[in-house]
């Protein structure tokens, strides 16, 4: 199995936007369904009501479909990529524990947990002069190293700013409010953080240069 850091060129195959969106999105969009529409899949399938309320279904509807996700991504691209695989790992693992403890709290702290990750990653790596953002898409973007250490750092602080986010949410509003921001809060804030990293991005693009 191959990560995406590491491809064999002749094997590498890039999915298309639309499928890749799907990929991505599609797990987050059951998982709002699955607890908006908890009840009435109990009724339809008794085996996900003992399950217990619509969060413990959604749960288990998350863990199934992140597993598909990722497996229809390997067989499309034979590789897959890091960090949707850290994600679904930490989803497969705090989804279990929410299930088995009969208790919302982990599956709710799973992005918490996520973003620590991959904000301790990134900016720990700048520690040792390494910027690892650059080893996960340096196949989309070929920038230098002063523009992978400066989008390094702003990724890095971005995660942390995610697990407040996270933390603050689930904390202060209902289970339901959660899951509709989880799903409809946090990617709308990722792609707006994204395109102001466009600017950064083209001021340091080894392509720009060379054209």
Same mark, same amino acid.
């Given at each position: 199995m191959e990560f995406e850091h590491e491809p064999n060129a002749a094997d590498r195959r890039e999915l298309a936007p639309f499928p890749k969106l799907v990929l991505e999105l599609g797990p987050? *969009?059951?998982?709002? +369904?699955?607890?908006?529409?908890?009840?009435m899949l109990a009724e339809m399938f008794p085996a996900l009501g003992e399950l217990g309320g619509p969060i413990?279904?959604?749960?288990a509807v998350f863990m199934v479909a992140i597993t598909a996700s990722l497996f229809v991504s390997y067989v499309l691209t034979k590789r897959l990529p890091v960090m949707p695989v850290v994600s679904g790992v930490v989803v497969l693992v705090f989804g279990a524990l929410t299930l088995w403890l009969h208790d919302e709290l982990f599956i709710k702290l799973k992005p918490t947990i996520v973003?620590? %990750? $991959?904000?301790?990653?990134?900016?720990?790596?700048?520690? +040792? @002069? @390494?910027? %690892? %953002?650059?080893y996960v898409f340096d196949s989309v +973007?070929?920038?230098?190293?002063?523009?992978?250490?400066?989008?390094?750092?702003?990724?890095g602080v971005f995660f942390f700013v995610l697990a407040?986010?996270?933390?603050? *949410?689930?904390?202060? $509003?209902?289970?339901?409010?959660? *899951?509709? $921001?989880?799903?409809?809060?946090?990617?709308?804030?990722?792609?707006? +953080?994204?395109?102001? #990293?466009l600017p950064l991005i083209q001021r340091h693009s080894l392509d #720009?240069? @060379?054209?």
């Open positions: 987050l *969009v059951l998982f709002f +369904f699955a607890n908006a529409r908890g009840e413990f279904i959604a749960t973003n620590l %990750l $991959f904000g301790s990653i990134l900016l720990g790596g700048l520690f +040792f @002069k @390494k910027s %690892l %953002l650059g +973007f070929h920038l230098d190293d002063d523009g992978w250490r400066k989008l390094t750092f702003r990724w407040a986010l996270n933390e603050f *949410v689930w904390r202060s $509003f209902s289970t339901d409010f959660w *899951v509709s $921001f989880k799903v409809f809060g946090i990617m709308p804030i990722t792609v707006a +953080f994204t395109l102001f #990293q #720009q240069e @060379k054209g």
